[in-house]
């Protein structure tokens, strides 16, 4: 049996309580607050995107929290009701987003990857043939590298060089994905994680070179990762806090560690890495660098390079008003393995609140307190584990491998019976794609097809819609007045040419998984939920219910810098009265 639950009624049912907003005077009375100069632009902006992150935890853990996501939370102005108006909460989109002030119907980044139709195969995002990654020892020969040639929409960045070439933008993250989405094209620079040689790396899109304040930093960090043990920084029980006890059903171990602290990152033995065997020297390089990112080093290390780019390139120096985009992306590893609720994930914000507190005392000190205005927000929440949800009696599930086997078996089955042909339907997780040129073999109504599919689809137990290419594309209108609001949602995350032929809505709480761990991707409150706030002058300290989203960060910004979005936006400025949406030109 399926269902379809009004989106209101179903929010409720899945949001987890947060406290009702109280303003929590700072140690000291000390106001982080610089003087209230608002008409004066400012010199530098700081946008800080935490890769999965739910505002309960910065709510639940504030009487520990004393850092960067303290000041920003309860000293900023915070929107305490935020939520990410499209379906597929992932990574790609949230970054987008937050710096195109657009929805992905516009942006064109609806997944980390997604179906394109011209080509009939799934897609990363990031992935550009016409460029080459770029490490500290150059250009690669070969392989193709990463470029925000996928986007669609001007991010802040771009619009802030445009007006003016002399300002300076800087993008940094531990995946591409990230870095890229925050920065858009060059002249801006992005820079990310090299999980197979460690240190920082970029593609050729961005230069011929790395900078060399990058290059730098890249030969000091394997003595610092070697054999770097993970134990909590908290000496207290963080139970009361709202933590989960340790070691749950349904954490997924890191490698040999089991799922118990400590951790330890694998130690580098100069001998071998100095060895004339390089395939084994490379794999040994290997097996530290790419475990780096799973570890709260990951994020120490990303805002090291931010406080690298800050001093090498002046940022915030002069009267071109420069961008800093730092994306913390451990604490997503860390929640996938663990769940929101872990001593890992805990560990991990109270580190992270550390260094951002540091690195925003920093830009204090460097660029002066009221010259800079911050933003810090989420790319996506999370769902809990699920056998931690079963355990409080939500009917929250696993949906493996298996069982989607048996489900794509069923609609081609279906789709045989009704049009006599057997097609050979791939399921990405999200939905179902057709062979374009099976179809056109077929000599049937691509859209005929389709609906089949979906009414097919409504069998299982733990889809509550599906919908069509059509109706995801606003050719076709909802089944039912339920589900006017979902497809609202469904249709932001839909993109021409970018799309499946059906795409599922899961009821609340189904994870696609084969076991262990949680994630995220759902158009629930769980996912979309995520924290917003801005530290500067022009913003008034205190919190606000008012409705808010991460697209509203580039026209909340632009007039702050005297500027005007190079595009139609999604999004509103904040500070000022609402405005109507610019509609979609499809
Ligand atoms: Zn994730």
Not at 349 to 362: K, N
Request: aromatic fraction near 8%; charge should be negative.
């Amino acid at each position: 049996m399926h269902f379809s639950l009004p989106l209101l009624a179903c929010s409720a049912l899945v949001q987890s309580p947060i406290p009702p907003p109280q303003v929590r005077p700072s140690a000291g009375g000390e106001q982080h607050q610089g003087p209230l100069v608002p008409d004066e632009p400012p010199a530098l902006v700081v946008l800080v995107i935490c890769d999965q992150l739910i505002p309960d935890q910065l709510d639940r853990l504030a009487p520990w929290l004393d850092g960067g996501l303290a000041r920003f939370w309860n000293q900023g102005r915070s929107y305490r009701k935020a939520n990410l108006s499209y379906s597929l909460t992932e990574t790609g989109p949230g970054h987008a987003s937050a710096s195109t002030g657009c929805l992905p119907s516009r942006h064109g980044i609806v997944g980390n990857s997604f179906y394109d139709r011209n080509q009939g195969k799934a897609i990363y995002c990031m992935t550009d043939a016409s460029v080459r990654a770029l490490t500290s020892t150059g250009p690669a020969e070969s392989g193709s590298g990463s470029s925000p040639h996928y986007i669609t929409a001007h991010t802040l960045a771009e619009t802030l060089l445009t007006a003016d070439s002399a300002s300076r933008v800087f993008s940094v993250s531990m995946k591409d994905r990230s870095a890229i989405c925050m920065a858009g094209p060059a002249p801006a620079w992005a820079v990310w994680w090299d999980k197979t040689k460690g240190g920082f790396m970029s593609s050729t899109h961005y230069g011929g070179a790395l900078p060399p304040f990058v290059l730098e930093w890249n030969t000091s960090w394997r003595e610092r990762a070697s054999d770097w043990e993970w134990t909590p920084s908290f000496k207290d029980d963080p139970t009361p806090l709202g933590t989960a006890v340790d070691d749950r059903p349904g954490e997924s171990p890191y490698g040999a560690h089991g799922i118990r602290f400590p951790y330890r990152l694998p130690k580098l033995d100069p001998e071998v890495l100095a060895a004339a065997d390089l395939e084994a020297a490379a794999a040994h390089l290997k097996s530290l660098a790419s475990e780096v990112y799973g570890y709260p080093l990951g994020d120490q290390f990303t805002l090291q390079v931010a406080a690298s780019a800050l001093d090498a390139l002046e940022l915030g120096q002069d009267k071109h008003p420069d961008l800093l985009a730092v994306s913390l992306s451990s604490c997503d590893a860390i929640g996938h393995s663990f769940g929101p609720y872990s001593w890992e994930v805990t560990d991990s914000l109270l580190r992270t609140d550390d260094a951002l507190g540091e690195f925003l005392d920093l830009l204090d000190e460097r660029v002066g307190r009221g010259r800079w205005v911050g933003v810090l927000t989420a790319d996506h929440g999370v769902l809990e584990l699920p056998e931690s949800l079963q355990a409080r009696g939500v009917g929250a599930k696993r949906i493996d491998r298996v069982e989607t086997g048996v489900y794509t078996g069923a609609i081609t089955r279906a789709l045989e019976a009704a049009h006599g042909v057997k097609f050979k339907l791939k399921f990405n997780g999200r939905g179902f794609s057709m062979d374009p040129l099976e179809v056109t073999a077929s000599g049937l109504d691509a859209a005929m097809l389709r609906r089949t599919m979906a009414d097919a689809c409504l069998d299982a137990h733990w889809v509550a819609a599906a919908y069509t290419l059509e109706e995801l594309m606003g050719e076709e209108e909802p089944s039912s007045e339920s589900e006017v609001p979902w497809l609202e949602l469904y249709r932001a995350s839909s993109y021409t040419g970018r799309c499946l032929d059906v795409v599922l809505r899961p009821d609340p709480w189904v994870l696609m998984s084969s076991g262990r761990g949680t994630s995220h991707g759902s158009p629930y409150e769980y996912d979309r939920h995520i924290p917003l706030a801005f530290l500067g002058p022009a913003f008034p300290a205190g919190f606000s219910s008012a409705p808010a989203d991460s697209k509203d960060i580039l026209p909340t910004l632009l007039p702050l810098l005297g500027l005007a979005p190079l595009g139609p936006i999604d999004g509103r400025d904040l500070l000022a009265a609402p405005v109507l949406p610019v509609p979609l030109d499809r």
